[in-house]
Nanobody, 119 residues
Framework: QVQLVESGGGLVQVGGSLRLSCAAS????????MAWYRQTPGKQRELVAS???????NYADSVEGRFTISRDNAKNTVYLQMNSLKPEDTAVYYC?????????????WGQGTQVTVSS
């Protein structure tokens, strides 16, 4: 069993910063890509940023230049540094990982962490 546990969400004012973390725990797995998604009520979950196990990154246009995704492969952890936050960044943020688990490729999701940007 592989679990993704997120932390770091909360309430912040416009222009502020937050850092999200997501750690994978368990045994017998090997992570490939990791990503952050977000979702607001009534809307589809959208990709915010992704990172390959080689460090290649990809960002949604809406966060390019403000958010930075990074990972620590030794700790099986992915981070999302969010700067210059806007009210439209308010959402539940979910961590996602593609991983090999006992020979089977899986996509695992975290439980989500709320980010609220107040004006």
């Amino acid at each position: 069993q592989v679990q993704l546990v997120e932390s770091g969400g909360g309430l912040v004012q416009v222009g502020g910063s937050l850092r999200l973390s997501c750690a994978a725990s368990g045994s017998g797995f090997s992570i490939t890509s990791m990503a952050w998604y977000r979702q607001t009520p009534g809307k589809q979950r959208e990709l915010v940023a992704s990172i390959t196990n080689g460090g290649g990154t990809n960002y949604a246009d809406s966060v390019e230049g403000r958010f930075t995704i990074s990972r620590d492969n030794a700790k099986n952890t992915v981070y999302l540094q969010m700067n210059s936050l806007k009210p439209e960044d308010t959402a539940v943020y979910y961590c996602n990982a593609g991983l090999w688990f006992h020979g089977t490729f899986l996509r695992s999701w975290g439980q989500g962490t709320q980010v609220t940007v107040s004006s």
